[in-house]
């Protein structure tokens, strides 16, 4: 009975050796814990940190994007220049070349007496200046009768505005020395279709002797049609002549 209980003993003592260790490695459990949660705690602020932020353009960088800006709108303005040079050059194809069908010829004529010296000459069309001329170097004086206009227009109204300066010249009577005259008239015309209208403008002294001196420069326009035809155009013949006086 005695040996039954030391071997009871000694049982007891062997178990409570090997477990007693067994239980105090259990014991720091929970610093392990603590430790994965401190490397998940890392990896969210390693995650946090790494999220994207937005570039600022270096100023090399800014400067080449604005360069491309300017040269696009260069090259906008281009286009638009070239659109602009095309449609100009398309009205002038309408209303001075081969859409149009009628024809204007305008022709100025200086009928004025050796008392009046034409200094200059100004003709606008449909107010567009298509002629001038000053007497520099007595150009005036050496073309009695010229061309001012040769060209297709549409049919319908036109309207020719001319100004027309003189110098009295004392050569013959010395009062009229100094004195200086400017004719401003406009004349409005019909351009029929497939006709040719010429136009001769003429300055001339209006009036005789006891005509006052500032009534004497005068403006004439000498209207004639014939047919749109080669040959109407060379012999400018088959039409009938008439006349208008104006001094406005």
């Known amino acids: 009975m005695v040996g039954k209980s030391s071997l009871l003993l000694v049982a007891l003592l062997v178990a409570l050796f090997f477990c007693g260790?067994?239980?105090?490695?259990?014991?720091?459990?929970?610093?392990?814990?603590?430790?994965?949660?401190?490397?998940?705690?890392t990896t969210e602020v390693e995650s946090t940190e790494s999220r994207p932020t937005k570039k600022v353009l270096s100023a090399p960088a800014?400067?080449?994007?604005?360069?491309?800006?300017?040269?696009?709108?260069?090259?906008?303005?281009?286009?638009?220049?070239?659109?602009?040079?095309?449609?100009?050059?398309?009205?002038?194809?309408?209303?001075?070349?081969?859409?149009?069908?009628?024809?204007?010829v305008i022709i100025h004529n200086n009928d004025m007496g050796s008392s009046f010296t034409l200094e200059q000459v100004l003709y606008r069309l449909d107010n567009d200046k298509i002629y001038f001329q000053d007497n520099k170097d007595g150009v005036l004086d050496q073309k009695t009768e010229f061309e001012i206009f040769n060209g297709n227009?549409?049919?319908?109204?036109?309207?020719?505005?001319?100004?027309?300066?003189?110098?009295?010249?004392?050569?013959?009577f010395s009062y009229i020395d100094g004195y200086f005259f400017k004719?401003?008239?406009s004349y409005t015309f019909f351009a029929t279709k497939g006709r040719i209208t010429r136009i001769k403008v003429?300055?001339?002294?209006?009036?005789?002797?006891?005509?006052?001196?500032?009534q004497k420069p005068y403006?004439?326009?000498?209207?004639?049609q014939f047919r749109y035809t080669n040959r109407g155009m060379e012999s400018g013949q088959g039409g009938a002549d008439s006349a208008v006086e104006t001094d406005d």
């Not at 360069?67 to 009205?91: A, Q």
Request: hydrophobic share 35%; glycine share 8%; proline share 5%.
């Open 153 to 172: 227009v549409l049919p319908g109204n036109h309207t020719i505005s001319v100004e027309l300066a003189y110098r009295g010249n004392g050569s013959i």
């Open 62 to 104: 800014y400067n080449i994007k604005l360069r491309e800006l300017e040269e696009k709108v260069v090259g906008l303005k281009e286009k638009i220049f070239k659109s602009k040079t095309r449609l100009l050059l398309l009205k002038e194809q309408i209303l001075h070349n081969v859409i149009a069908e009628a024809r204007a």
């Open 183 to 185: 004719i401003s008239s």
């Open 219 to 224: 403006v004439r326009y000498d209207v004639q």
């Open 21 to 41: 260790p067994a239980v105090a490695q259990k014991a720091p459990a929970p610093p392990a814990k603590e430790k994965v949660e401190e490397g998940k705690s």
């Open 202 to 214: 003429v300055g001339y002294e209006k009036g005789g002797i006891t005509t006052d001196l500032e």
